[in-house]
């Protein structure tokens, strides 16, 4: 974790890890089967609905709205959870979070926990702090099953184990599901329903035989403190049902002011994430109810580098993210590179952006860089977060971070000033480029750039500069015109 308590997988610099990821030609295939479908599935669902634009520019709205008035809306949910008969606490950072997590844990004596997929646990990396404190959370949406057995790191946002392919999947249930529980079933095959059944029955005795369980949030009602989990197995509504307590991690921004805007976003989400018109499995409850789901609720509210990220005019649009994942399908360098090469919890163009808030400029300076600009990425988004814009500002900071008393890039930029600001520096500066580059010329362009411009040629030719310049032109075969 670095200093602000956010979960970095200490993996390369980008352009490093995107170099080994380029190599593997199975992940791509993965990768490009994966997001071709999902990308064409969100594209027709979207398409029926005469009114799309107008719930984007209304889901905008909303979340810019609750950003604004973020600390009454947090106040109003807590007050509504509360008298629902839920518990809610506060944290601050990651280390905070997975103290009190750990102790509502320990509280009830128990060692195991079942968990619903929560991004936000992955960012504070709760399954290993309860492993330190001698608990065990047992993964239970699919996706996250595979990626727990194969002692493996998420590479999607909705899909963590999209560069896995069913082949892959079926050796590791062989090898790996007896170690966790109960055994892949004999002769196991890679059709996928034999997968999901195998899956299905490794975690049935964990549903049935478990006292906690710990989910995430998709949204959170101030007015009513009701919370939303959307999801599509419905190992969910297991995990949120059968246990007798239940904790909730949830960033702040998840919170939303009424149902009627929780409502734009449910004919969003389900469209832009998987191409559905509506998840199979929508959970709300609202803290405890007597006789019916469990005991004990607790909802733990972390702020984590959010409330850094809402200090920024740019950059807070971010917090607007519902986590669908429509950026990264159609991203062209996501396809590629897959999840891991951003070294974060959060990849693609959404985790580019917000990874480097979260965990300052400093530690992600590459993740900005991580795009073409194309911005597909805006087109999709369902409540149009300007992220092409939001790169080029974290570009700049992330510039003006590496910045130092001799940095080369400032003195190439008080030379050049000074070059520009004198005619006669100007000229000999032009001449001197273009007898430099008839030396360096081949086929009538420069292909390599000596010493510290070489950065610049890796990847682009140079134009040959002109034996002439337009001043000297002007001024041997112009200048007493009138």
């Given at each position: 974790?670095?200093?602000?308590?956010?979960?970095?997988?200490?993996?390369?610099?980008?352009?490093?890890?995107?170099?080994?990821?380029?190599?593997?030609?199975?992940?791509?295939?993965?990768?490009?089967?994966?997001?071709?479908?999902?990308?064409?599935?969100?594209?027709?669902?979207?398409?029926?609905?005469?009114?799309?634009?107008?719930?984007?520019?209304?889901?905008?709205?909303?979340?810019n709205r609750t950003s604004r008035h973020l600390d009454r809306y947090l106040v109003r949910l807590e007050e509504s959870v509360t008298a629902a008969g839920g518990t809610v606490h506060w944290a601050a950072d990651a280390a905070e979070a997975n103290r009190i997590v750990t102790g509502l844990v320990r509280a009830t004596g128990e060692r195991t926990v079942v968990k619903v997929k929560s991004m936000a646990t992955q960012e504070i990396g709760l399954n290993?702090?309860?492993?330190?404190?001698?608990?065990?959370?047992?993964?239970?949406?699919?996706?996250?099953?595979?990626?727990?057995?194969?002692?493996?790191?998420?590479?999607?946002?909705?899909?963590?184990?999209?560069?896995?392919?069913?082949?892959?999947?079926?050796?590791?249930?062989?090898?790996?599901?007896?170690?966790?529980?109960?055994?892949?079933?004999?002769?196991?095959?890679?059709?996928?329903?034999?997968?999901?059944?195998?899956?299905?029955?490794?975690?049935?005795?964990?549903?049935?035989?478990?006292?906690?369980?710990?989910?995430?949030?998709?949204?959170?009602?101030?007015?009513?403190?009701?919370?939303?989990?959307?999801?599509?197995?419905?190992?969910?509504?297991?995990?949120?049902?059968?246990?007798?307590?239940?904790?909730?991690?949830?960033?702040?921004?998840?919170?939303?002011?009424?149902?009627?805007?929780?409502?734009?976003?449910?004919?969003?989400?389900?469209?832009?994430?998987?191409?559905?018109?509506?998840?199979?499995?929508?959970?709300?409850?609202?803290?405890?109810?007597?006789?019916?789901?469990?005991?004990?609720?607790?909802?733990?509210?972390?702020?984590?580098?959010?409330?850094?990220?809402?200090?920024?005019?740019?950059?807070?649009?971010?917090?607007?993210?519902?986590?669908?994942?429509?950026?990264?399908?159609?991203?062209?360098?996501?396809?590629?590179?897959?999840?891991?090469?951003?070294?974060?919890?959060?990849?693609?163009?959404?985790?580019?952006?917000?990874?480097?808030?979260?965990?300052?400029?400093?530690?992600?300076?590459?993740?900005?860089?991580?795009?073409?600009?194309?911005?597909?990425?805006?087109?999709?988004?369902?409540?149009?977060?300007?992220?092409?814009?939001?790169?080029?500002?974290?570009?700049?900071?992330?510039?003006?971070?590496?910045?130092?008393?001799?940095?080369?890039?400032?003195?190439?930029?008080?030379?050049?000033?000074?070059?520009?600001?004198?005619?006669?520096?100007?000229?000999?500066?032009?001449?001197?480029?273009?007898?430099?580059?008839?030396?360096?010329?081949?086929?009538?362009?420069?292909?390599?750039?000596?010493?510290?411009?070489?950065?610049?040629?890796?990847?682009?030719?140079?134009?040959?500069?002109?034996?002439?310049?337009?001043?000297?032109?002007?001024?041997?075969?112009?200048?007493?015109?009138?």
């Amino acid at each position: 974790m670095n200093g602000r308590g956010v979960v970095w997988l200490g993996s390369p610099s980008f352009p490093d890890a995107a170099r080994e990821a380029l190599a593997d030609t199975q992940l791509r295939a993965n990768l490009r089967r994966a997001t071709t479908t999902i990308r064409d599935k969100r594209l027709a669902v979207a398409a029926e609905l005469d009114d799309w634009e107008h719930l984007r520019d209304a889901a905008a709205a909303i979340k810019n709205r609750t950003s604004r008035h973020l600390d009454r809306y947090l106040v109003r949910l807590e007050e509504s959870v509360t008298a629902a008969g839920g518990t809610v606490h506060w944290a601050a950072d990651a280390a905070e979070a997975n103290r009190i997590v750990t102790g509502l844990v320990r509280a009830t004596g128990e060692r195991t926990v079942v968990k619903v997929k929560s991004m936000a646990t992955q960012e504070i990396g709760l399954n290993e702090a309860l492993a330190e404190a001698g608990i065990t959370a047992y993964e239970t949406d699919l996706a996250e099953l595979i990626v727990q057995l194969g002692d493996d790191r998420p590479s999607h946002i909705l899909v963590p184990a999209i560069h896995r392919n069913r082949t892959e999947i079926r050796d590791l249930f062989v090898a790996e599901m007896g170690r966790w529980g109960r055994p892949a079933p004999e002769g196991l095959g890679d059709d996928p329903r034999e997968l999901a059944e195998a899956a299905r029955l490794h975690l049935r005795s964990r549903f049935l035989g478990a006292k906690v369980a710990v989910s995430g949030a998709n949204f959170a009602v101030a007015d009513t403190g009701t919370v939303v989990v959307v999801e599509s197995e419905g190992n969910g509504r297991m995990c949120l049902t059968l246990p007798e307590t239940l904790i909730t991690v949830m960033g702040i921004e998840k919170v939303v002011p009424t149902w009627s805007d929780l409502e734009v976003f449910l004919q969003l989400l389900p469209r832009s994430a998987t191409g559905e018109r509506m998840n199979p499995y929508t959970s709300a409850w609202t803290g405890t109810t007597e006789g019916d789901g469990p005991r004990a609720f607790h909802l733990v509210l972390l702020d984590n580098g959010r409330t850094d990220t809402l200090a920024d005019e740019v950059g807070r649009q971010v917090l607007g993210c519902i986590r669908c994942s429509a950026c990264l399908n159609v991203c062209p360098v996501f396809e590629r590179t897959g999840g891991h090469a951003y070294g974060s919890v959060y990849p693609g163009p959404i985790g580019a952006v917000l990874t480097p808030q979260l965990v300052g400029i400093e530690q992600a300076a590459s993740l900005p860089f991580a795009s073409t600009l194309c911005g597909a990425c805006y087109d999709a988004c369902p409540v149009k977060i300007d992220i092409p814009r939001v790169l080029a500002h974290l570009r700049a900071r992330a510039v003006e971070a590496g910045r130092g008393p001799l940095n080369p890039e400032a003195l190439a930029m008080k030379a050049a000033a000074r070059v520009l600001d004198s005619p006669r520096l100007l000229s000999a500066a032009q001449r001197a480029a273009a007898a430099g580059g008839r030396l360096l010329a081949r086929d009538g362009r420069i292909g390599r750039l000596p010493g510290p411009l070489r950065g610049w040629s890796d990847s682009r030719d140079t134009p040959v500069p002109p034996a002439e310049s337009f001043r000297a032109w002007w001024r041997e075969n112009r200048e007493g015109e009138r």
